[in-house]
């Protein structure tokens, strides 16, 4: 009857995709959607409360930081950083992960020693310490904080993966596969990958939302992009300095960040339950 | 146990062989920095020449290789070298705000498994009723709030709205610090001071709690999860037979055989734990080890950043190294080498 995909009928995965979508759309129609500009100090009116507390103005709908500037046109373009780097470092991740994960469970022997040794070094970092260390080394900026989420969280994916390939490469079809002569790049693209993809996918998802939360880190600290571009942690920093004078502006940037990432936890965990083969089979039986 | 000691001593001389790879890979991402050391340790108005003969005695004419090896020499004795910024042993820095921070960790750790066992207790219990979907939801919102997010939280709530709980530093003014071992509730207690150790963990118990509660929600999943692999076994349906209550079954067959991985997974959950800390401590304005961090971080302070950074690692492959050395002594089936 229905001829959606069963992911797409998921109450879980149409509600984080909705989340992500509008953050997406925020983030994408920024100089609409913006009231003022966002970097604008307006040094008589700081701290101005939300437009529906005492005191508040119109002008600035979430009310002013510590240098007068607009709440709530900073949020709406602190999801412009939050949004790319979620969507580029964490396919730059995902690929770098998978690619290993694929080459470490099909090939196994020495290569799936050399890859988990170095998984193995990389866990042994914190993961903030690293991407820390990183940006120290990379220096601050946009392309370099994609860099560095990309360094360090490739990781988790290759940990995972890897380990369902080495299942998946034990299974007949893929040895069928190889006795009618498929080479080994048509074997691990055409048969082992349509397996490993749902858990790719929801991988992704995840890390998504790890980015984001990253991102906000290293913005926190200031070791993120440059102080001219609104950012989402740096906002929280600035808060956090002046949390007597104006408890308002902390709120807004946690429950934006808080929502952004639920959205990607949601859609997350909607494709794990709606994609995993193994699940679906333990219901049915 | 003549089995279980040739495994522990393997994993441990693992362990020394990453913590070597990480130094390693640690100095060379630091030697991408476009910052002379050698020059930022001088005064502002030193000559080229002086910082020429500095840039020798900091062995950094050397090939990159030789710089690696006289740093690791130097660590090897326990010389840190000289915090730029500080103008202060890095050893001693360490030494000062690293007890706090495994203080925090310990506690938060505390917190993170007590909810986490708690809550997936919960969940498993609630499996198949109207509750599982509630449960559920209540676990991806909780797994969605980074720790510093609880954090910021907490402050706002209970330092700011409600006034509660202090939220900076570890002492109110007007406490003298007593240094005995380094671990402030510790040695409050050593010096038989209880208002003292009241109050330090007054101000311990929000960084604690955001960390403990961001950590507890994959700790539920797990266990929640591997229980109900367990209760898929023939030996729990065989002890019901046996006319077991559900409540003995579940502390006696079930938890004990789903604990195992729960704990596992609480021992890698501590090294994401600790390195959690660094910024529940800048939020909270907390001494330790992530404070030190990201001043060295915004001051360029080299030798800091190389040696705090090392030490992050050194205390998280210590916790992996016990953990999975536990692991071997408390599961049987792992003992056949």
Avoid at chain 1, 252 to 272: E, K, Q, S
Avoid at chain 2, 293 to 310: F, H, K, T, Y
């Amino acid at each position: 009857m229905n001829t959606w995909p069963a992911w797409l009928r998921s109450g879980r995965v149409l509600l984080g995709l909705g989340i992500v979508a509008l953050v997406a759309l925020i983030a994408l129609f920024a100089p609409l959607l913006a009231p003022n500009d966002p970097n604008e100090q307006n040094l008589i009116s700081t701290f101005l409360p939300p437009a529906w507390a005492k005191g508040g103005e119109t002008v600035f709908p979430l009310g002013t930081d510590s240098l007068g500037r607009c709440v709530l046109s900073r949020l709406i373009y602190g999801a412009r950083i939050a949004m790319t780097v979620a969507l580029v470092a964490s396919f730059g991740a995902m690929l770098i992960g998978a690619v290993l994960a694929h080459v470490a469970g099909y090939f196994g022997g020495w290569v799936d020693w050399l890859i988990g040794r170095t998984v193995d070094v990389w866990m042994s970092f914190p993961p903030v310490i690293l991407s820390l260390i990183l940006m120290v080394g990379l220096g601050t900026g946009l392309r370099n904080v994609i860099l560095a989420i990309v360094l360090v969280d490739w990781t988790r994916f290759c940990r995972v993966l890897r380990a369902e390939v080495l299942v998946v490469t034990r299974r007949d079809y893929v040895a069928a596969a190889r006795l009618i002569g498929f080479s080994h790049w048509r074997t691990v693209t055409r048969e082992i990958l349509p397996a490993t993809m749902p858990l790719l996918i929801t991988l992704l998802s995840l890390e998504m939302g790890i980015a984001v939360i990253v991102e906000a880190i290293l913005s926190f600290v200031g070791m993120s992009v440059g102080a001219t571009t609104p950012a989402w942690g740096q906002m929280i920093a600035d808060a956090r300095q002046y949390i007597y004078d104006s408890p308002w502006n902390l709120v807004f940037p946690i429950l934006l960040i808080f929502i952004t990432v639920l959205g990607f936890n949601v859609l997350g965990d909607g494709l794990r339950r709606t994609l995993d083969v193994r699940l679906t089979e333990t219901k049915r039986a | 146990m003549t089995s279980i000691l040739p495994l522990v001593a393997r994993r441990i001389l693992i362990s020394v062989v990453i913590l070597f790879v990480v130094s390693a890979l640690l100095f060379c991402i630091l030697r991408l920095l476009p910052v002379d050391p050698a020059a930022m340790s001088l005064p502002p108005n030193a000559t080229l020449a002086e910082i020429e003969v500095k840039r020798h005695e900091m062995g950094l004419d050397q090939p990159l290789f030789r710089q690696y090896l006289i740093w690791l020499g130097q660590v090897l004795h326990g010389d840190f070298g000289t915090s730029i910024h500080f103008r202060r042993g890095v050893a001693g820095l360490i030494g000062s705000t690293l007890p706090a921070t495994i203080e925090l960790a310990l506690l938060a750790m505390l917190i993170a498994g007590t909810l986490g066992i708690a809550g997936g207790l919960f969940m498993f219990h609630v499996r198949g009723t109207p509750k599982e979907p509630i449960a559920d939801t209540g676990s991806i919102v909780l797994l969605s709030l980074p720790e510093f997010l609880w954090g910021l939280f907490f402050i706002l709530l209970f330092g700011v709205a409600l006034e509660l709980l202090p939220f900076t530093g570890r002492l109110s003014a007007g406490f003298q610090r007593p240094v005995v071992t380094g671990f402030l509730l510790l040695d409050t207690l050593l010096v038989g001071r209880p208002d003292m150790f009241a109050n330090a963990l007054k101000h311990m118990i929000l960084p604690a709690f955001a960390l403990g509660i961001a950590f507890s929600p994959t700790i539920m999943r797990v266990l929640r999860s591997s229980l109900i692999d367990v209760y898929q076994e023939d030996y729990i349906h065989q002890v019901r037979l046996r006319g077991l209550s559900e409540r003995r079954i579940l502390i006696r067959h079930g938890l004990k055989n789903a604990i195992l991985p729960t704990l596992s997974l609480m021992g890698v959950q501590f090294g994401f734990l600790f390195g959690g800390t660094l910024l529940i401590e800048v939020i909270y304005s907390y001494p330790g080890l992530g404070n030190l961090m990201v001043d060295a971080v915004r001051n360029a302070d080299l030798p800091i950043i190389q040696s705090v950074g090392l030490t992050y690692c050194v205390v998280v492959l210590t916790i992996n190294t016990v953990v999975d050395s536990l692991y071997v002594i408390l599961n049987p089936k792992l003992r056949i080498a």
